[in-house]
């Protein structure tokens, strides 16, 4: 079975500043990783996926993530964040075989100007 | 192609009554899940479709709870004898089935409030 952990419910930051938001995974077969996107009212959108290759992934809107398999961490980051950034952040694995996704409780990013 | 459609985007019912809810997935796609998020929560899994058939039913889908996909395409979900605590975001995702991590389409979800 696999499970998230998101380490911060809420992260306030201020405008053009950086940002990480931390996400830990519990898996005990190979995983893809996922960080989606949900703006009030509104469904979820992929920012970026793991499932191979090369560990640093980059999104949309100018967000990257890094997976760390010896850490099973796969940590959102975005080197200057914007006022339209303010948003829930989910992160998400699935394992080879299962389809569905298994999501983290969330990080409430609020961007202040 | 306008995406993954929940209908409605809200209902109110009194605790009950039956209630359904229908997701349009993007046309192509064979791959059809129900998930239910409450305030503060991610997303949880409820069941999911490959075309017509449902392969996977979570614990939380409790007897009261029934999901179809008659045809593959358009799928309901529907609620009987409605409780407070089935109050909750319910969201639909489509996807297409070709390799494990392919990335899942969100609609807008269906919030329901049960009173």
């Known amino acids: 079975a696999q499970s998230v952990t998101q380490l911060d419910s809420q992260v306030p930051v201020f405008e053009e500043a950086p940002v990480e938001l931390r996400c830990n995974y519990s898996?005990?077969?190979?995983?893809?990783l996922f960080w989606y996107v949900q703006y009030p009212n509104q469904g979820l959108q992929l920012l970026l996926k793991y499932l191979s290759g090369s560990t640093l992934v980059k999104g949309i809107n100018g967000f990257e993530a890094e997976f760390n398999k010896s850490q099973t961490s796969f940590h959102l980051r975005k080197p200057s964040v914007h006022i339209s950034d303010t948003a829930e952040y989910f992160c998400a694995v699935s394992g080879e075989g299962a389809q569905k996704l298994v999501f983290g409780q969330g990080t409430r990013l609020t961007i202040n100007p | 192609d306008t995406g993954v459609s929940q209908n409605p985007r809200h209902k109110i019912t009194k605790r009950g009554q039956n209630v359904t809810f229908r997701c349009d997935p993007i046309s192509e796609h064979n791959r059809l899940y129900w998930y239910r998020q409450t305030l503060g929560q991610g997303p949880e899994f409820l069941t999911y479709?490959?075309?017509?058939?449902?392969?996977?039913k979570s614990r939380l889908l409790s007897d009261r709870f029934s999901a179809e996909r008659p045809k593959g395409s358009f799928s309901t979900l529907e609620i009987q004898r409605t409780e407070q605590g089935d109050s909750a975001m319910y969201l639909c995702?489509?996807?297409?089935?070709?390799?494990?991590?392919?990335?899942?389409?969100f609609g807008q979800g269906t919030r329901l409030t049960v009173v």
């Open positions: 995702a489509s996807s297409l089935a070709f390799l494990p991590g392919t990335e899942a389409f």
């Open positions: 898996s005990s077969v190979s995983v893809y």
């Open positions: 479709f490959q075309n017509e058939a449902q392969l996977e």
